[in-house]
């Protein structure tokens, strides 16, 4: 037994790239993913709408680590190297896609109605409506709820640590397995995540303001 | 000895001075009618006869009570001034019953068959007896006030405040709202109320109060106020209001 | 591949993932009231005229919301008792979940709050009702009347995050998966099986919860016959 030293903050710090690649993976890979979904959300085909949707309400209805037990048994079953880093990057990118095609089509959908009549009346294709006229638009909208699931996808990356792979949330328990000191080895694991989100969370909410106009907060009681 | 009295108040919002040094008695049973154009402070004037503004200076009294900005002052105060707004301000979550029977409850401790009963008087004398059930979104502009009428009513107060109360309502539906104030009148119920309804505020009031750029410009009862005003604001006024 | 899948392993231990399922719905429960206990309270701070309150609350939402649940637990767990507090695991369990409802509640109800406009103040002291009673009769039931979907959103999320207490061995759902894959060492079944359930749970819980607003919420099923 030692204590808790600058050492072990290093190796914390280390760790925590792992969050952030693991966070980059989920966030470009369920970027992909949902945005195809969203699209087959929208799309004139029922068949599509239908899959998309129940793809959307099973990834959403189970709780992640389940997904990642799934995942990380599966690909063991099947023999594959690396199947932490492997469940882990595919179980976060798939339910990181269906929060994803949800907020982007909730963007789209808040598109007047309008503009795909003004878009129609000009000749335009559906594909052209939507690349041209519609897609445009929502990304604005579709801007600050996007930095803000960020903050969700860095802090379910620490639930890979439960099948093994090392991030920051594993570091800080092979951290604390060593030096029994919880309190400031996890206090410090919690503000190394704490200055990942954070700044997110008020990129959002400056979008958010950017995109809405200010509220003033009304004070009661 | 008049039941609202006001001495000297003056209220201003920053550097904005909204009333200047007004003076105004109201006796017992009368009905005053503060007319004016916007801005000219008439509704801030009424406002801060329940306290909801702040007065800069002066006093304010009702029924022998100066009106402060303490709570529990005020909340005694405020269960005997009854106030109606533009907007009817009804409680949408709550039916027409409970909006009418929230304050008895809480602030009178009534039982729940006494509240009843109560809002069952009420609401017939405003004609509504039959939507005791409903809430306020099932209801038209006019019953929605008619309602917020019972509901003040409801309390019993000793003077009613109507704040531009058929402003927001179609032509068709102000009568009825008229209609159900002018029985309160005739009831003896002492009234305050700033209003746009020239021809009402002739029939009805005993005493009509111009106010012009924060102050009582011209008073006087409608009779000789309507007939023959005696400064020109008041003539221009009356004569945009009535086109 | 010549995995065969092998559910009957799974089912009989049926009795275990029962009681796993009516234990994760418990923590969701009793989670689920006091966060949002918790959130009413931390609303009516945020919106307090005290700044210290205001800057409490704020700082406990913004601490919750950009932090892992998992470490909130880790915390409770591994590092109160560092403190002198020791806690089984479901007190842990329950106390992380609580901390953490409660602060997305405080978000959720005070949108709420500030939704309902100022006239409705107005009106309930004009008849001479005292501030607190303002609030309670007239703000906060129309602010919960209007965010209920939000929270009903957000409860069912942090039922199926509950599943991670079963990283410091709290007897839920997912806890009961990982004892009997231990056992019988079908793993995918097993979680296949669980997340099934899971997903039953969520419309358990939108269906329950869309039962209690008819109750808490009158006008609703007035305006829906109507």
Not at chain 3, 99 to 106: C, P, R, V, W
Request: proline share 3%; net charge positive.
């Amino acid at each position: 037994m030692r204590s808790f030293n600058p050492n072990d903050i290093l190796f914390l710090a280390q760790a925590a790239l792992w969050t952030i690649a693991l966070s980059l993976i989920a966030f470009f890979g369920g970027g992909i993913v949902g945005a195809i979904l969203a699209l087959w959300r929208i799309s004139t085909l029922r068949v599509l709408r239908m899959v998309a949707s129940g793809y959307i309400q099973i990834i959403q209805g189970m709780p992640l680590l389940i997904q990642l037990f799934i995942w990380y048994f599966g690909l063991n079953l099947l023999g594959m190297d690396l199947p932490a880093l492997m469940a882990a990057a595919i179980a976060l990118t798939l339910y990181s896609s269906a929060f994803f095609a949800e907020i982007w089509r909730g963007s789209i959908e808040a598109i007047p109605k309008g503009q795909w009549e003004s878009a129609a009346s000009l000749g335009l294709s559906r594909f052209e409506m939507l690349g041209y006229v519609i897609i445009p638009q929502a990304l604005r909208l579709a801007l600050p709820p996007t930095v803000g699931f960020m903050v969700q996808i860095v802090k379910n990356t620490s639930l890979t640590s439960l099948v093994g792979f090392v991030e920051l949330a594993r570091a800080g328990q092979l951290v604390n397995n060593v030096t029994f000191q919880p309190l400031p080895v996890f206090a410090c694991v919690a503000v190394i995540y704490f200055s990942t989100c954070f700044p997110l969370s008020i990129l959002s909410r400056w979008l958010e303001r950017r995109t809405h106009g200010h509220r003033q907060p009304v004070r009661s009681a | 000895m008049a039941i609202v009295n006001l001495s000297g108040v003056r209220k201003s919002y920053g550097s904005l001075s909204v009333l200047k040094d007004v003076s105004l008695a109201v006796e017992r049973g009368t009905v005053v009618a503060l007319v004016g154009r916007s801005g000219s402070g008439k509704s801030t004037l009424l406002r801060c006869i329940n306290g909801l503004e702040r007065i800069n200076a002066g006093e304010i009294v009702v029924d022998g009570r100066r009106v402060e900005q303490n709570e529990a002052t005020l909340r005694a105060l405020r269960q005997e001034i009854g106030i109606v707004f533009q907007s009817y301000n009804l409680f949408p979550h709550l039916t027409v019953e409970r909006n009418v029977t929230l304050a008895l409850s809480l602030v009178k401790k009534m039982s729940t068959a006494e509240g009843h009963a109560i809002a069952e008087r009420v609401l017939n004398q405003v004609g509504l007896g039959d939507k005791i059930g409903a809430y306020p979104e099932q209801l038209s502009g006019g019953q929605q006030q008619r309602v917020a009428i019972a509901r003040s009513l409801a309390m019993s107060p000793k003077v009613m405040l109507f704040d531009e109360v058929t402003s927001a309502l179609d032509p068709e539906l102000k009568e009825e709202v008229l209609r159900v104030m002018e029985g309160l009148a005739r009831e003896g119920m002492t009234m305050i109320l700033v209003t746009h309804e020239m021809d009402f505020a002739r029939r009805v009031a005993n005493e009509v109060v111009f106010m012009h750029q924060g102050k009582i410009h011209e008073q006087g009862p409608p009779s000789r106020l309507f007939v023959e005003p005696a400064t020109p604001e008041f003539r221009q006024f009356i004569s945009s209001a009535i086109n | 591949m010549g995995y065969t899948f092998q559910f009957g392993e799974v089912f009989r231990y049926w009795p275990l993932l029962v009681e796993g399922a009516i234990n994760t719905l418990l923590f969701s429960a009793i989670a689920m009231a006091a966060g949002l206990a918790v959130g009413i309270g931390g609303a009516v701070c945020r919106n307090s005229s005290n700044r210290a309150l205001r800057a409490v609350a704020g700082g406990y939402v913004e601490i919750v919301r950009n932090t892992p649940l998992l470490v909130q637990l880790f915390l409770f767990y591994f590092g109160l008792p560092a403190t002198g507090l020791r806690l089984s695991a479901t007190e842990a369990a329950i106390l992380a979940l609580i901390f953490n409802t409660g602060a997305y509640s405080t978000e959720i109800v005070r949108a709420g709050i500030e939704n309902v406009h100022r006239s409705q103040v107005e009106a309930a002291t004009s008849l001479g009702l005292s501030r607190t009673q303002a609030f309670l009769h007239v703000v906060l039931l129309q602010a919960l009347e209007r965010v209920y979907p939000a929270l009903v959103s957000q409860f069912i999320l942090m039922m199926l995050a509950s599943s991670i207490v079963s990283a410091v061995g709290a007897e839920e759902l997912t806890a009961y998966g990982n004892r009997i894959q231990s056992e019988n060492f079908r793993s995918m079944e097993v979680y296949f099986v669980c997340g099934a359930v899971y997903l039953g749970l969520t419309y358990v819980m939108r269906f329950v919860l869309a039962f209690l607003a008819r109750f808490l919420f009158p006008r609703r099923r007035a305006l829906a016959r109507a």
